[in-house]
């Protein structure tokens, strides 16, 4: 079975601008969370979704923003980016929301702002 | 909010149990407490899982006090492969509106020498 999967891999992008990330998570997972993680710290809770509404909201700007589709895949969107903006950013499926439920990671959107 | 503290780092040698704690004083009453590892550039790996007591799996065990208020990752005989950063990660229900807001730990580095 398929794990994780983020796309793409690798991205670089200058302050201003927009980016979106996607994630796919397992098959039969309807939950799907994201994170930042800057080099040297834990990851940071961003956005969790289950059945393609917010379930749960960490302390960034309005800035990022997120979605979940009927297939429960996940886009991460982020708009004027910043140079500490730059992360791997993971996502992560469950089979449903809160620490319950094992999270899956994927290995991330490494972003880098120039 | 759930906090969670960890040791920095651990050091270790080839063959031997280490023990990784983490306290989480404001765990909530559902949740879960949930270990990963992560190598660089890569997404964190689920370990175990547990909610009070004692939970064994093929890799490691998690002890649990009656309090909740912390909890143990004991690896047995470890490798150099176990060479990662441990994270203990405990669902904290959001402040506002019910939503799920998960926090990881700070991570500990853990060294394994021959």
């Known amino acids: 079975d398929a794990g994780v999967t983020q796309s793409p891999t690798h991205l670089i992008k200058t302050r201003g601008q927009h980016v979106t990330l996607r994630c796919s998570p397992i098959?039969?997972?309807?939950?799907v969370s994201w994170y930042q993680q800057v080099l040297g710290q834990g990851p940071q809770f961003i956005f969790q979704?289950?059945?393609?509404?917010?379930?749960g909201r960490g302390n960034f700007p309005d800035r990022f923003s997120a979605r979940q589709f009927p297939n429960y895949s996940s886009e991460l969107n982020v708009n004027a980016l910043l140079l500490g903006d730059s992360a791997l950013y993971l996502c992560?499926?469950?089979?449903?929301?809160?620490?319950?439920?094992?999270?899956?990671f994927g290995d991330g959107t490494r972003l880098s702002i120039l | 909010l759930a906090k969670t503290t960890q040791p920095i780092s651990m050091d270790s040698y080839e063959g031997q149990e280490v023990n990784i704690t983490c306290s989480h004083n404001?765990?909530?009453?559902?949740?879960?407490i949930t270990w990963y590892q992560q190598f660089p550039s890569q997404g964190p790996r689920f370990i175990i899982q547990?909610?009070?007591t004692k939970v064994t799996n093929e890799v490691a065990s998690l002890f649990i006090p009656a309090d909740r208020k912390s909890s143990t990752l004991s690896l047995p005989r470890v490798s150099l492969s176990d060479t990662a950063v441990y994270y203990c990660?405990?669902?904290?229900?959001?402040?506002?509106?019910?939503?799920?807001?998960?926090?990881f730990g700070t991570g500990t580095q853990l060294k394994v020498e021959l």
């Open positions: 992560a499926s469950s089979l449903s929301p809160g620490g319950n439920q094992p999270q899956h």
């Open positions: 098959s039969g997972h309807k939950s």
């Open positions: 979704y289950y059945e393609k509404e917010e379930r």
């Open positions: 404001n765990i909530a009453t559902n949740d879960y």
């Open positions: 547990g909610y009070k």
């Open positions: 990660l405990v669902g904290d229900k959001g402040l506002t509106g019910g939503g799920n807001k998960l926090t």
